[in-house]
Nanobody
């Protein structure tokens, strides 16, 4: 499964951005999808995650400001980011946990990352 992200960019503090990620491949089903981020000199961290059933969890730092959503039919996941802060600046990565149809092994794929920069 390949993941392609879009929607990053430069925005002023207090602004909004929407990230999107599309999964492609053959004969697969996706369980959870999520967004992670990595700032310079820091470890990659979970931002938000959503299961195929729609259950979500968020990092404490983004609760109330970011909203994750997905379209199971289109194998896409989005992250709506509002009230952005300079500390949200990072490379954002899309992630998907998936299985090949008919098999039980679980796999994880990552997107290439998209830069989000929030200026103060």
């Amino acid at each position: 499964v390949q993941l392609v992200e879009s929607g990053g960019g430069l925005v002023q503090a207090g602004g909004s951005l929407r990230l999107s990620c599309a999964a492609s491949g053959t004969e697969f089903s996706i369980n959870a999808m999520g967004w992670y981020r990595q700032a310079p000199g820091k470890q990659r961290e979970l931002v938000a995650r959503i299961t195929s059933g729609g259950s979500t969890n968020y990092a404490h730092s983004v609760k109330g400001r970011f909203t994750i959503s997905r379209d199971n039919a289109k194998n896409t996941v989005s992250l709506e980011m509002t009230s952005l802060k300079p500390e949200d600046t990072a490379v954002y990565y899309c992630e998907a946990d998936w299985r090949r149809t008919g098999l039980s092994a679980d796999f994880r794929s990552w997107g290439q990352g998209t830069q989000v920069t929030v200026s103060s």
